[in-house]
Every structure is written in C-alpha cells, then in structure tokens.
C-alpha cells in the first residue's frame, strides 16, 4: 500500500513541474510587462533580471506554504487517503484550466485557481464524508472563515491596486509631465531612491518571515531596525543614483524599472510559489507522516499535522525557482500573454485586439459627460497647469521612431512600484493575493491617468479589460466546478480514473502544444519592414519596394486559394475545405493588418515624398479589397458543405473550372508586371478583365434561367450567384490594384 501512495506522491510533483511551466509562462506578464512595454531593456537583459529576482524570491515562499494545507479545509476532519485525492484533483484541474489560458493568450490568476480548486475538491470529498455520516455537517469539514477572507482579499485587491495605480500615476505625471528629462535631472535621484527604498524595504522587511535560510535573530533584527533601515537605504540609494547620474550619464528611470523587475519577479515568487508547489509538499509531507505513524490505515489516519506551521526545505524552493527560471527563458506562451496586457496600457495608437461592447461605450459616455461637469468647477488655472503636464510630445516625432515604446519609462517605474509593495504587503500578512489582479489592475489604472485611453481607443481597451477580468470570474467557476467533478470521480473510481485522468493531461498538453506551433507558424506579421531612413524618415523606394513584395505575395495567395475552395467544394473534401478557409481568414487578417499600418509609415515619409503616400494607401486599399472578396467566396462554400447542403452541378462545376483558370490567368500577369514594374502590356489585363465580367454576366443568366425553370435550390442558387458576385467584385479590385501599382511606380521614377 506504501508504494501505491509513494507512486500518488511522485505523480503530484510531476504534476507540479508541468504546473510550473504552465503557470509562469502565464504570470510571468505579472512582472515582466512594465518593462517590455517601456523598452528598459533587452528583452533577454530583462527576461534574465526577471529570472534572479524568481530564484531568489522563491526562498521568501516557505511561510506560504500553509495555504494548500489549511486554508480551504480543516485536516483534522479528513483521513490521509482523503487528502491525497484532494491534492491529485487540485493539480490534475490546475495544469489543465493554466495551458488553456495560455493557449488563448489571456492572463488568468493562478491564485483564483489553486485557491478555488482546493475549496471545490474539499467541498467534493467533504459531500461524500457527510452522506456517509449526516452527523458531522459540513461546516466542520470546509474551514469558510478563512476561504471567506481569502477570496474577499483577493476581490478587494482589484479595487486597491486599480486606485492606487490610478491615483499615484496621476500625482506622479502632475508633477513631471511626459516632458520629465529636464525636472530628471535635479529629482530624477530623489524619486528613484524613493522608489528603490519603498520596493526593497517592503521585500526585505515584511517579506523576511517567509524566508527559508534567514535565522530567527536576523528576522528580529530587521524588525527591530526597520524605520533605520529605511532610512539609510533612501540617502543611500539617493546619493548613488545622483553620483552615477553624474559621472556615467545613467538613466536613472532604467535602472530603478530593472531594480523593480527584479523586486516584482521576487515578490511573485515569493507569494505564488505555494501556487505550483505548496499542493506537492502538502501531499508528500503527509505521505511522510502517514509512513512515520505506526500501525496506521490510509482510511482511519487523520491529517491534524496539517495544521502545524509549515517549513519548506531550501532546495526544494530553489529547484521550484530553476525551472520557473528555464520557463521564462523558453516559453512562447508567456510572450503571447504579455502582448496582450502590454497592448491593453500603450500609449500609442494602433490595432486593437478587443471590440466594442455595450458596456465599454456605455461606461465611455458616462465618464466624457462626468469630465465635462466636473471641468466647470476646476478653476481655469488649475486645468490649465495639468493639461500642460498631460500634454505629450510631439507624435509626429515619436511616430517617426522605430520600434517607440508602448509607454515611457516614468509610467513604467510607478506600475512597478505600486505592485511590489502591495505583493509585498500581501505575502507578510501570509494572504495569497493575486499577483495577477494586483498587477494588470495597476497597469490599468496607470494608463487610465495617463490618458492613454483617449476616445479613439477607450471601448476597445475597456472591453480587453473586461474580457480579462470575466476570465478571471470564469477561472474560479470552473476551477471550482471541475475539481469538485474530478474529486468526486477519484473518490469512486481509485486508481482506473486517476490514470484516465492523467491520459488526459497528457493529450490537452499535447494538443495546446501542437496549436502553439502551428499559432507560430502561422502568425501573422504586420510587414512592417525596416525600411531604410534618413534623419529618421523612411524612403519612398523603399516603402515602394516592399509594398511591391507583399502586393506579389497575397495576389499569388488569392489565386491558389481560389483555386483550392473551388476544387475542395466540388470534391466535397471537408478537411480541405476547412483548412483553405482558416488560411483565407488569416490572409484577409494580414492584409488588414498591413491597412492598418499606413498610419505609421505615411507618418514616416520624409516630406517631400508625401505624395507616394496617397498611392501607397490607394495599393493596400485595393489589396485589402481584394483579399476581402476572397473570404466572402470561400466561407459561404464552406458554411453550404459543413452543413451537408447540396453541392452544384456538373454543370454549375464546370463554369466554374472555366472561371477560374481565366482567374488565374488574369493574377498571373498582375503579378508579372507588379514584379517587374513594367506596365506596358496593362491593356492586357483589362482585356482580360473584360472577359471575365463578361463570362460572370453570362453565367448569372445562365443561372436565372435555371432558377426560372425550378433546375435549381435555393440555397444552392444563392451560393453560385454570391461566388459569382464576390469573383466580379475581386476582378474589379484587382485591375484598379494594378493601375495603383502603375502611378506608384510611375511617381517614383
């Protein structure tokens, strides 16, 4: 029976090495963001100053390490057995509901999460406990007071860090502007040594009672001396900060930003390390009671150990911390999370992941008529004196940068900071706050006052907001719902279940693994290219150039998928089908992407070539036009085949075949003279034109007659006259793309 729980022991520290993969490639944008966003750094330089600040921080985690033994459940109440089935649910759902988020690219809390599995696997086995013996109700088994706190600290922290991000970026850009390198170089010591000291005295001070290397007396002494060290720390850390100010020109913003990754990275290990681990150590240390128990039976021994302070071997947190670190270093994953929050808070225009929703555009309208109201009681000096401080710089010289940041480096120093101490505070009260809320929350609210949510952006950042912040609701429903399921179905099913369970891990990882490549692979780049620049502006031929590559390269794409829906259809090859229409959709995708990028890149012309603007737009216009068509061809084919319609005729076929190949015929020769940029044989192309919208007029008669005469479905009648439609209106794009085409290149020689 011992090897059987041995066996139990080692599956949940498996379990506990694919959580920890899965749970920092998705936190590791809790404190990683601020300075991707702000471009502190290298991204390996940050990644790597990151990577110390989590292999020292998880040291910090031992007293955190009571959370997974007593804070859902009293373990007095359950038998060891019990509690391992408690422990085997909570990671089996952790791992899983984790690498979906992941795979959707969406910042979840791994707190919630582990928090609201314990509560629902001990609410499953503690169900089963009270059927057997309706005496014991069921308050003895959940411990609510505590799980009543936890989750209202946790939900209380979204408010807190929102304000506080709020209200501390608005003072802090009040005082400095975004024009803050001139006031920098006289405070700019005095705020990073104010910034530098709050972070570490936080760290080091509230977060040394978690330490697992730290003796007692060193704990009372930091204690003990802790408004000194404070103090000393902030001359200290002023005077050296000023000094390398002065003699070897640092940025102190960058390096206080560095100092706070370092600090954050720390501090989330040291709160969320119990998150991936504390379940593992919880079943082994019961695993070693239940050996060290003489006589005892897994069904009669019960766990009131449990409930002793917890004190975690060193080597055990820093092998948790090394491969936290070789996570951060190969996950793609944790890239596609960090995108999305940094995207939420920059400053600068561009696409918008989220839509509109009622809500945002409710909530936008509601703020610009309280703004309005509340601006006529602020006295006109006042207004005055705060829209110059919120004036940014000139965008036409940020636009012109390449690579700008999502946000400066100011707003970046206060996401940090506020974050830190209140993680920081968090952990010495042994309070497994959500790193996740406390930090997306202060981004948020640090943007807010930023005014980086103006009117042509609010709605859609409000709606990422909120459809982050329903992840989160939806993590702690179904972290709850599953485990409860899954310890319920352990708890009937022993052994045959855990191992049906685990086969199911297995094939999810699997798969999230095989979409994370293929997301890859497949991943849309938005072309814009390096162009060459001159006093940073870029060159007209240039633009021309590359503009030239991807006009080639999605004309040649339209053709063969045109092609391809026509040929899958008439096969009624679904797969084929499905697949060409997935690649349709992402070529539309990346053609708009490519629209949307003409903001930029005229912004970046030099002024006497501004006029190329006009035919650059007029290109990617009728390319997105073009790809547009393409969509509305293949997915109503697509649509009419998945749902079993029938499929046309041989007749209907066979118009069709001739169709395309004149399609084919007619982007082959765009695609020679865009090439070439020779267009004297464009007289061509338009004849050809002709005779397609000719064949499509016919064809569409043809059809009239056959719907006239009852030779036809309706459904069926629809598609070929909706392809037909869609094929014309491609035609027509395509001519005027190769005419653009033409004036481009002709305004450039």
């Known amino acids: 029976m011992e090897n059987v729980y041995l066996i139990l022991v080692i599956i949940l520290f498996v379990l506990a090495i694919f959580d920890l993969v899965v749970g920092v490639s998705n936190d590791a944008v809790n404190f990683v963001n601020s300075a991707v966003g702000a471009k502190a750094a290298p991204f390996k330089v940050i990644m790597a100053v990151a990577a110390l600040g989590v292999f020292i921080g998880a040291t910090f985690s031992s007293g955190m390490m009571e959370i997974a033994r007593k804070s859902m459940f009293h373990p007095e109440m359950f038998f060891f057995e019990e509690v391992m089935i408690i422990l085997l649910a909570v990671m089996i759902t952790d791992v899983i509901l984790l690498d979906l988020f992941n795979a959707f690219g969406m910042p979840t809390s791994t707190t919630v999460s582990i928090v609201f599995e314990l509560l629902g696997a001990a609410v499953g086995v503690a ?63 005095l705020w990073g040594g104010f910034a530098i000291t709050v972070t570490t005295y936080f760290l080091l001070v509230k977060g040394a009672d978690g330490s697992s290397f730290m003796t007692d007396e060193v704990k009372a002494w930091i204690k003990g001396n802790s408004n000194t060290i404070f103090l000393f720390s902030f001359i200290g850390w002023t005077v050296i900060l000023q000094v390398c100010h002065w003699l070897f020109k640092i940025n102190i913003l960058k390096f206080t930003i560095l100092v706070g990754t370092f600090a954050l990275a720390m501090a989330f290990a040291g709160n969320d390390l119990v998150n991936f681990i504390g379940v593992p150590i919880a079943g082994l240390d019961s695993y070693l009671h239940y050996l060290n128990t003489p006589g005892a039976r897994p069904d009669t021994l019960l766990m009131s150990f449990l409930s002793e302070p917890a004190q975690t071997e060193t080597y055990i947190l820093l092998a948790a911390g090394l491969v936290m670190v070789i996570t951060l270093f190969t996950s793609k994953k944790a890239r596609r999370v960090i995108k999305t929050e940094v995207d939420l808070g920059r400053q600068s225009e561009g696409e918008e992941r989220f839509g509109s929703s009622f809500f945002a555009r409710s909530l936008v309208r509601g703020s610009l008529s309280l703004s309005k109201s509340v601006s006529k009681f602020v006295p006109a000096v006042i207004k005055n004196y705060l829209d110059k401080q919120f004036e940014q710089p000139d965008r036409d010289m940020a636009a012109v940068k390449k690579g700008a940041p999502a946000f400066d480096l100011l707003r970046a120093s206060v996401n940090l900071v506020i974050a830190s101490i209140l993680i920081a505070s968090a952990t010495s009260l042994k309070l497994p706050l959500s790193t996740t809320y406390v930090t997306f929350m202060v981004a948020m609210g640090s943007s807010l006052s930023d005014r980086a949510w103006d009117r042509d952006s609010a709605v859609y950042r409000i709606t990422g907001v909120l459809s982050v912040i329903g992840g989160w609701f939806f993590t702690a429903f179904s972290a709850f719902t599953v485990t409860f399921l899954v310890a319920i179905a352990l708890s009937y099913g022993g052994l045959w279940v855990l191992f049906g369970m685990l086969a199911l891990v297995i094939f999810i990882l699997s798969k999230s693994h095989l979409l994370n490549k293929s997301q890859d692979s497949e991943q849309i780049i938005d072309n814009e290219a390096e162009f060459e620049e001159i006093d940073g502006f870029i060159v007209s031929e240039k633009v021309q150039e590359q503009c030239k590559l991807n006009v080639t390269d999605v004309l040649t794409n339209v053709s063969e998928y045109y092609a391809r829906t026509l040929k899958a259809f008439e096969r009624e090859d679904r797969k084929l089908l499905k697949d060409t229409a997935k690649q349709v959709n992402a070529l539309s995708l990346r053609s708009k992407k490519m629209r949307s990028n003409i903001y930029k890149t005229v912004r970046r012309l030099q002024e006497e070539n501004i006029d190329s603007g006009l035919y650059y737009v007029q ?13 509305f061809i293949t997915n109503p084919c697509w649509d009419h085949l998945n749902n079993n319609h029938k499929p046309f005729t041989d007749e209907q076929f066979a118009d069709f075949r001739s169709l395309q190949l004149r399609v084919k015929n007619i982007i082959d020769d765009s695609v020679e003279m865009i090439e070439s940029g020779d267009f004297t044989e464009i007289e061509k192309v338009l004849k050809a034109q002709s005779v397609i919208l000719e064949q499509i007029r016919n064809l569409r008669k043809t059809q009239l007659k056959r719907i006239k005469k009852e030779k036809s479905g309706t459904k069926v009648s629809m598609l070929y006259l909706g392809v037909l439609h869609e094929t014309q209106s491609m035609m027509l794009h395509l001519v005027n793309l190769v005419k653009a085409n033409r004036d481009f290149a002709a305004y450039l020689k």
């Open 619 to 631: 290109v990617l216009d009728y390319l997105r036009e073009t790809a547009q068509c393409l969509t």
């Open 127 to 189: 169900l089963i406990k009270v059927a057997n013996n309706p005496e014991v109700p069921m308050s003895e088994y959940i411990n609510s007071a505590k799980s009543l706190a936890i989750i209202a600290g946790i939900l209380i922290s979204v408010v807190i860090s929102f304000t506080a991000g709020a209200i501390i970026q608005y003072i802090t850009r009040a005082i400095f502007s975004f024009n803050y390198e001139k006031r920098f170089k006289y405070l700019g010591s």
